[in-house]
């Protein structure tokens, strides 16, 4: 991401911080402005690895 903030992250940030779903981001899918926002969303979750199995699993 870039070293200034977009609105569209901020926006995102602080619909997750209201407990919004993500599927609030009102911006178009495949747009710069909605990876921002769920950028901004996802921000401080815990990155999932798909590719392998959790401990305990498989």
Excluded: C, F, I
Excluded at 11 to 32: D, I, L
Excluded at 38 to 49: A, K, V, W
């Amino acid at each position: 991401m870039a070293s200034t903030t977009s609105q569209a992250w901020n926006e995102g940030k602080g619909a997750k911080t209201a407990g919004q779903p993500h599927s609030v981001n009102p911006y178009p899918a495949g747009s710069q402005e909605s990876a921002d926002w769920l950028t901004g969303y996802t921000d401080g979750e815990r990155e999932q690895n798909v590719d392998q199995p959790q401990r305990g699993e498989g």
